[in-house]
């Protein structure tokens, strides 16, 4: 991960992080049902890795929310 969009995987790390808790998943839920483990999936949300998108879109499908909402920052 480039550090100069280090701000944007912070806030989109952010916004799995919301719309998951929004759910009731655990990050282990979550890694589960897009078949990764929750360590990979506690550094994305804080944006200690970047993602590849097939995982972005994993996620984005779990959670029944579009892309575009995990790359939402203007809420």
């Not at 480039?2 to 952010?14: A, C, N, R, V």
């Not at 995982?55 to 959670?63: C, G, K, M, Q, S």
Request: net charge positive.
């Amino acid at each position: 991960m480039k550090i100069k969009f280090k701000d944007s995987y912070k806030m989109m790390g952010l916004n799995i992080a919301y719309y998951r808790k929004k759910l009731g998943y655990t990050q282990e839920n979550l890694a589960e049902r897009i078949g990764i483990d929750q360590t990979h999936m506690s550094k994305i949300e804080v944006a200690a890795v970047g993602i590849s998108f097939d995982v972005f879109f994993e996620i984005a499908d779990a959670l029944g929310v579009s892309p575009k909402q995990l790359l939402d920052f203007e809420r």
